[in-house]
């Protein structure tokens, strides 16, 4: 491991020692903070300072986690009993802030759901975000490209447009990527409704070739979902690296 991911893992390993004492973590925290609870609550950084909260993970003693260096932006994934946390971790000068923490857990009841779609346009052709920059624009055109992949079923343009290391996880799914082409294959051959959930709302915090975006989708029938995803650039191209997805315990059940 070298050096700054040594800094990193010792600064990621105190924070989660403080955070399971219940001591101050103020200083670890992004001012643009987005911390996302099992039950799919959005805390931002004042209002995680008080009430303190804690992980479902503890201290993770005995919990090896899996990290990936993207230099200015850092992930941090550790698991349990069908327990799941993500840590983005972004560089400003010489510090470490935590900027997304997102929890899944697959031990609660499915949300309810129906039908599919076979085609809609959000999030395959429009969204509701304007990028704000050539980097967004570049990577909402990759996503909106692979999303247009997954309503096609379309597994080899999909697998164009993920990183080689991607893993999704949600409550009923940990796939990686081998994984999801299998699925879309098997879509394919069933010609199943699998237009993806429409976006309702994003945020994007860009850094040299990397993007990392939370936000809320809908899905056609059921719950809303907060997402956490973060894209890579490699070779030109803008890859999906990650992706948690964690359903609204407390939202309506809507039908688009």
């Keep these: 491991m070298n050096q700054p991911q040594n800094v990193l893992q010792n600064a990621d390993r105190l924070f989660v020692s403080a955070l399971a004492a219940g001591q101050p973590i103020a200083g670890w925290l992004d001012e643009d903070l987005v911390w996302v609870d099992f039950q799919g609550h959005v805390f931002d950084k004042r209002r995680m300072i008080a009430p303190r909260h804690t992980s479902p993970l503890g201290d993770e003693a005995g919990l090896k986690p899996t990290l990936h260096d993207y230099g200015d932006v850092v992930t941090v994934a550790v698991e349990r009993d069908k327990v799941f946390v993500l840590r983005i971790w972004a560089k400003h000068a010489n510090d470490w802030r935590l900027l997304v923490w997102h929890e899944v857990s697959q031990n609660l009841p499915h949300a ?13 052709r429009t969204i509701p975000y304007a990028p704000k920059t050539a980097d ?41 990527k081998a994984d999801r082409k299998a699925v879309l294959e098997e879509q394919k ?10 976006l309702v709302s994003a945020q994007l915090f860009g850094f040299k070739d990397v993007m990392v975006m939370t936000c809320q989708h809908q899905p056609f029938t059921g719950k809303a979902a907060q997402v956490s995803r973060v894209f890579v650039k490699r070779g030109g191209a803008w890859l999906m690296a990650v ?12 039908s688009i």
């Design 189 to 198: 051959r069933t010609n199943a409704n699998s237009a993806p959930s429409p």
């Design 112 to 124: 309810p759901a129906g039908p599919g779609r076979k085609d809609w346009d959000n999030p395959c």
């Design 136 to 176: 967004e624009r570049d990577v909402i055109a990759s996503w909106q490209a692979l999303e247009t992949a997954v309503m096609e079923h379309d597994a080899e343009k999909w697998a164009r447009h993920v990183a080689d290391e991607f893993v999704v996880v949600g409550a009923a799914r940990r796939h990686r």
């Design 243 to 254: 992706s948690y997805q964690t359903t609204e315990q407390d939202a309506a059940v809507k």
